[in-house]
């Protein structure tokens, strides 16, 4: 794979398939679903420079299952697979998985 490294604040983002649930027999076909809005950071930039001229790091980082916006980022093709480009304000949420959750106000 050819090494790629977003600029500023944008991220490198390979959408993850989402698991495909058929009720009652019907089959949507490919060109009728929507894509998924959950992906994999594959590749971060160096962060945004605030006024100062200092360089602000990235909330996320490669590795990181994100969701985010339906029609974030810009879709490339980089030796024949599918990634989208976007900046790290277009990503709603990070994904932690498999860590407990804390309601609010409870200890």
């Not at 076909?29 to 959950?38: F, I, L, V």
């Not at 990235?58 to 969701?67: A, E, K, S, T």
């Amino acid at each position: 794979m050819i090494k790629v490294r977003p600029l500023g604040d944008r991220i490198l983002v390979e959408r993850l398939e989402e698991e495909e649930v058929i009720k009652g027999g019907i089959i949507i076909p490919d060109t009728a679903k929507e894509k998924p809005q959950r992906g994999e950071v594959i590749a971060v930039g160096l962060g945004r420079l605030d006024e100062d001229g200092k360089r602000v790091p990235l909330d996320v980082q490669v590795g990181d299952n994100i969701l985010f916006g339906k029609y974030a980022g810009s879709e490339v093709t980089i030796d024949d697979d599918e990634y989208l480009i976007m900046r790290e304000e277009d990503v709603l949420a990070i994904i932690e998985e498999g860590k407990p959750d804390k309601k609010p106000g409870k200890k």
